[in-house]
């Protein structure tokens, strides 16, 4: 399934780099962007999405994510320390 999922977000991807300004004219520009960015930025905050979805992709097919969610955030929910109200 991972690589399913992979895949799927490698084809997203690819298809809004690909047709950038299409997406653009669809969704119109982004006003975070723009002030982020400068006028007329929005294809580049695009293009950073896109990119982070790519190797987030790569990321998520090749088992890396799985990897580094176990040795980072595994490690906090395997503590033995009780945390929250009442805790002793």
Do not use: C
């Amino acid at each position: 399934m991972n690589i399913f999922y992979g895949l799927l977000g490698i084809a997203a991807s690819y298809l809004v780099l690909r047709y950038r300004k299409h997406v653009i004219g669809f969704t119109g520009q982004w006003s975070w962007a723009e002030k982020i960015f400068g006028p007329g930025h929005t294809d580049l905050a695009l293009f950073l999405v896109a990119v982070f979805v790519f190797f987030f992709s790569v990321a998520v097919m090749t088992g890396f994510m799985d990897t580094f969610l176990d040795t980072s955030v595994g490690e906090m929910s395997q503590s033995k320390q009780p945390t929250g109200f009442g805790a002793r």
